[in-house]
């Protein structure tokens, strides 16, 4: 029986980490969403746009070749240098903050006021959009992406809990590296939004727009620069997510899972993202791992939002949403 | 000169409640029909019929569904998918057990099963609003799909995993099943289209319709005058669920024949709807229409222009096609953000005073 239970306890570590990856990409669900009221479904795409243009910076791949090449009968596809991790991964982030620029500019200025489902819509647009971009951009073939984290079984904690136990946990370095990734990003923005002036002109947006725009913050700055911060997350995601299981279509799948994480945890709040994240994470992985058998596996599809939607019949505001007052 | 109110006087209370109290709008809509029942079947072509009639016309009954749901009722849901599955895979069991039975009352009796799946999921809603109950629509696609795939009993223990319409007649002629000429299936789909939308547009115009709409502007507000939110819902998530059941049963059963069911009914497929209904007008029976038109013509169209005018690659044309679907959707809803539906009323508006600007 202490086998079994072993296993449970690692299937618990590994579902956190997965959490963790899951708490990532709802956490830029949450930092629009609080802050200009978009349910923003793009979330995932930007994650895999991001990967992709991190990718094709770094290996010099020639942007629109396969289209250049289909219209002029040319033969281009890559410049020939290989850029360092750091380096592509600060020009991405310019990426991204000009993609910010330019859905904010085109998009969302000429939609302010309407209703959320339109919103919402224009944002599944922008997923089609971005998606079909990336694919003509970078070209839709799976690619590895390889930015210097450790990858693999961690052997240090294998050792000391076999040591301890009698039993080696598996624990992959990527999701420890993850982990903390996450951790300092979720500080760093904690911070930012407490601290910095921007940060808190952010959440005076968030509380009420028009009050904010009265006592002169800028919409439009603000809406800006809460989508690149979004960006910068969903780059961050993208490089876990890519790393993890390379760069592909299926990435941009992960927005799915990252919704009930956001029913979860309530779609205004950061930390919500976080707990919400770690349950669903824990949650999914004890599921398949219990019961799963029993039913024919693959419930993680479903289980996340079945346990959302039954949590939510008791509490509709998610964990840590703010309670939802009622007027006529 | 066409679009005229003035000297079509109305005598009676039935002649003034009518679908369409204008003489031209009653004209058009009779010549549609005769053109739809009367030429179209004597001239439609295995590809016409398949690339675009019939899609549109299922299209067109999920759309209607879903309208009734997110655009009178204001319930936003992401599982159409889903419970077209449902439906699909209800007529498909129906039709396995009861050979004898037409396929036309299997598949009505298959709206009703999606109905009460339907209603069940609905239950929620009373206490979940907003996107948290768009979201949580998604744990019906998601679990109903994972449902047909995982239990063979659905799928009537098939090696394949897939279903197959087998072969059905209506009056003689083969409607389902390979040997189906593609005028049968058509006229079958056809007939749905006319009953759903001629039961959707008075559904919504009398007092249940009424109730929806209420819900939808301000649920509060509507439950102080009288409204019951538990009744307005779920018959709203009852007759939309119904409609996209009989939409889900004949896209198996007469247009696709075989269905793997996370390919034909994914979650792609409940956006599609859902952009369907959105580009058409939410809360217009109309747009439902406009918006099953647009969106299977244009990848048609797409299709034609960029693989044979242009001559590209297939790939890139299917990147290049979803670059093409989501900037129009952006540009449709930055320029009107109400659908086809509002640009045909505006068309309205100016044909009642045309030849004069005002």
């Known amino acids: 029986m202490p086998e079994q239970f072993f296993w449970g306890v690692e299937v ?16 830029g669900f949450v930092l629009i969403f609080k802050a200009s009221g978009i349910f923003n479904y793009s979330q995932g795409v930007l994650a895999l746009f991001a990967a992709l243009t991190l990718v094709g910076i770094m290996d010099g791949q020639v942007p629109f070749a396969h289209l250049i090449n289909a219209i002029f009968g040319t033969d281009i596809h890559h410049f020939g240098w290989h850029l360092p991790a750091l380096a592509a991964i600060l020009l991405t982030a310019l990426v991204m903050v000009a993609l910010a620029w330019a859905v904010q500019r085109f998009i969302f200025r000429h939609l302010v006021g309407q209703e959320p489902i339109i919103l919402f819509m224009a944002t599944i647009g922008l997923a089609y959009f971005l998606e079909g971009v990336g694919d003509i951009m970078w070209g839709a073939d799976i690619k590895n992406l390889d930015v210097g984290l450790p990858q693999g079984i961690n052997a240090t904690i294998d050792e000391l809990t076999y040591q301890w136990f009698g039993y080696g946990f598996f624990i992959d370095n990527l999701d420890i590296s993850a982990t903390l990734i996450a951790a300092a990003l979720v500080t760093v923005l904690i911070l930012f939004a407490q601290y910095t002036k921007q940060g808190r002109a952010m959440r005076a947006v968030a509380d009420d727009h028009q009050a904010a725009l009265s006592v002169g913050v800028s919409l439009n700055f603000i809406w800006i620069m809460v989508w690149s911060l979004a960006g910068i997350v969903a780059l961050v ?37 976080i707990v919400g994240g770690l349950i669903i994470g824990v949650g999914e992985k004890l599921f398949e791992f219990l019961i799963g058998p029993m039913v024919g596996g693959a419930t993680e599809n479903w289980f996340a939002y079945v346990l959302a939607l039954v949590f939510l019949v008791f509490r509709p505001q998610g964990l840590f949403g703010e309670k939802i007052i009622e007027r006529v | 000169m066409l679009y005229r109110e003035a000297g079509d006087f109305k005598t009676s209370y039935v002649a003034d409640g009518q679908t369409f109290p204008i003489r031209f709008d009653r004209w058009r809509y009779y010549a549609v029909l005769a053109v739809a029942f009367g030429i179209v079947p004597f001239v439609v072509n295995d590809y016409w019929a398949n690339a675009v009639l019939l899609p549109f016309l299922i299209y067109a009954i999920a759309a209607i569904g879903l309208n009734i749901l997110t655009g009178y009722c204001g319930q936003v849901s992401l599982g159409t998918g889903g419970f077209m599955a449902v439906g699909a895979y209800a007529c498909y069991k129906l039709m396995t057990a009861f050979p004898d039975v037409s396929i036309l009352i299997h598949i009505v009796l298959a709206g009703g099963v999606t109905a009460a799946v339907g209603v069940l999921f609905g239950l929620p809603s009373l206490r979940i609003k907003g996107f948290y109950l768009a979201v949580a629509t998604l744990a019906a696609q998601f679990f109903l799909v994972w449902l047909f795939n995982k239990v063979p009993w659905f799928y009537n223990y098939s090696a394949s995993g897939q279903i197959t319409a087998p072969e059905r007649t209506v009056l003689g002629v083969a409607v389902t099943g390979p040997e189906a000429p593609a005028w049968a299936a058509y006229l079958v789909c056809l007939v749905f289209v006319t009953l759903v939308a001629l039961v959707g547009r008075n559904l919504t115009r009398g007092k249940q319709g009424r109730q929806w709409m209420a819900i939808r502007d301000m649920d509060i507000a509507a439950e102080i005058i009288g409204v019951n939110p538990l009744a307005a819902k779920l018959s709203a998530f009852a007759v939309s669920s119904f409609f996209i059941g009989i939409a889900g049963a004949l896209f198996f059963g007469v247009y696709l024949g075989a269905v793997e069911v996370g390919e034909a009914f994914g979650i792609q497929k409940s956006f599609l709807i859902l952009f369907m209904v959105i580009i058409g007008g939410l809360g217009s029976i109309f747009g439902s229409f406009a918006g099953a038109a647009f969106l299977v013509l244009l990848p048609v169209f797409l299709k034609n222009v960029l693989v044979g005018a242009l001559g590209w690659p297939s790939d890139l044309a299917a990147h290049f096609e979803l670059v093409i679907v989501g900037g129009l959707i952006i540009v449709f809803l930055v320029a009107e953000p109400h659908g086809l539906a509002q640009l045909w009323r505006l068309a309205k508006e100016k044909l009642r005073l045309w030849p004069f600007p005002y």
């Open chain 1, 237 to 273: 995601a993208g490089i876990m997510w890519g790393t993890k299981m390379g760069v592909q279509f299926s990435l941009s799948l992960i927005a799915l899972k990252a919704l009930p994480v956001l029913m979860l945890g309530g779609f205004t709040s950061i930390p919500g993202a």
């Open chain 1, 12 to 27: 618990v570590l590994n579902g956190l980490m997965a959490g963790v990856l899951y708490a990532l990409v709802a956490l």
